[in-house]
């Protein structure tokens, strides 16, 4: 059985606007994500937020690191939509 951890990791533009949305610190500052089997792939777009403020953000790189054994991380890459830059 593997051991899988899920990353995220943002654009610089996605970065300020999710922070924006979701301030360190804040009690809204967590993400709901489909589960591992469910993750989206590359083109994808997820709208995050808190409840009735999600924004889009596009998955535009999706990355598999072999951490040894069993254990794996997938990341996520997450950006804006083009339409937003």
């Excluded at 301030?23 to 709208?47: H, K, N, T, Y």
């Excluded at 999600?54 to 598999?64: A, H, I, L, S, T």
Aim: hydrophobic share 40%; with cysteine; net charge negative.
């Amino acid at each position: 059985m593997s051991n899988i951890q899920l990353d995220i990791e943002w654009t610089e533009a996605a970065s300020r606007k999710i922070e924006k949305l979701m301030p360190r610190g804040s009690q809204d500052a967590f993400l709901a994500l489909p589960p591992i089997e469910c993750l989206p792939m590359e083109g994808d777009v997820l709208f995050l937020g808190p409840a009735g403020k999600q924004q889009p953000f596009v998955v535009v790189e999706r990355q598999y690191h072999h951490d040894g054994d069993a254990d794996w991380t997938i990341i996520l890459i997450l950006d804006l939509p083009n339409s937003a830059h």
